[in-house]
């Protein structure tokens, strides 16, 4: 029996009666374990205290979740925060050299939401702190009025770029899905593409530039539309061979 390959998902903290946890969420550990059919391992945010070389060489794949935090604007501006804003330092501190290092490597590399826009900062992107707030835009972040379930279903429509992962991964010019995110991309980061982009023009997938490596980012959450969504399914699938061939 082949082996699984080990995807290495990068942890978000959260402090709870002043303990800080490191944590994954479910839904995205089910995605790699059933349906990439890979072993996923927790990666915990200790930033600089990591010997990120040492943690890359032994995993096949790097996964970077979404989360309830923003990444914090001095990665990629100076923008003075605003006091409501959460941010999770010690993410940012782990996930971006990984990042860095992971696609010099050659590794897979699967980035959603949060893990999208730390895929454009850490290749010298910026974003909007504030995507509703800029002309134009709709406003992407989830209704917290709705149930969680109704919360996850998709909203809005995608145009997928021809020429570029996804479409050869499913064969579709427009798909709908679903927008939990208040930050978006503003400036693409440094040899990155468009995968797939909004109504509103905001950028909703990016890959690798002629890259042989599979690089991907979607600012969705297949991981949450599994049990509906054959799209979902695909790429997870896709990302899950990609990491066996590594």
């Not at 050869?168 to 798909?175: E, M």
């Not at 690089?215 to 695909?234: A, F, M, N, T």
């Amino acid at each position: 029996m082949q082996n699984r390959p080990t995807i290495g998902i990068v942890a978000g903290t959260m402090e709870t009666n002043s303990i800080l946890w490191h944590t994954v969420g479910e839904s995205n550990l089910f995605a790699l374990n059933e349906i990439s059919k890979c072993n996923p391992i927790i990666i915990p945010a200790l930033g600089e205290k990591l010997n990120f070389m040492d943690i890359l060489i032994n995993i096949d794949g790097l996964f970077l979740t979404g989360g309830a935090t923003n990444i914090h604007p001095f990665n990629y501006s100076s923008n003075i925060p605003r006091d409501r804003d959460i941010y999770d330092e010690k993410r940012d501190r782990t996930s971006i050299p990984l990042i860095k290092l992971a696609i010099k490597m050659g590794l897979p590399v699967f980035a959603v939401c949060r893990g999208f826009q730390e895929v454009n900062v850490a290749l010298g992107g910026s974003l909007h702190s504030y995507l509703h707030e800029v002309p134009g835009k709709f406003d992407h972040r989830r209704d917290r009025t709705k149930t969680i379930e109704c919360q996850t279903l998709p909203s809005h429509n995608v145009t997928i770029n021809e020429n570029g992962l996804i479409y050869k991964i499913i064969k579709r010019k427009v798909i709908k899905v679903n927008s939990l995110h208040g930050q978006g991309i503003n400036r693409l980061g440094k040899n990155l593409q468009i995968e797939a982009f909004a109504e509103d023009t905001t950028i909703e997938a990016i890959s690798l530039k002629n890259s042989n490596s599979w690089i991907l980012g979607v600012q969705w959450h297949p991981e949450l539309s599994l049990d509906h969504d054959c799209i979902s399914k695909k790429l997870f699938e896709s990302y899950g061979n990609a990491c066996r061939k590594k």
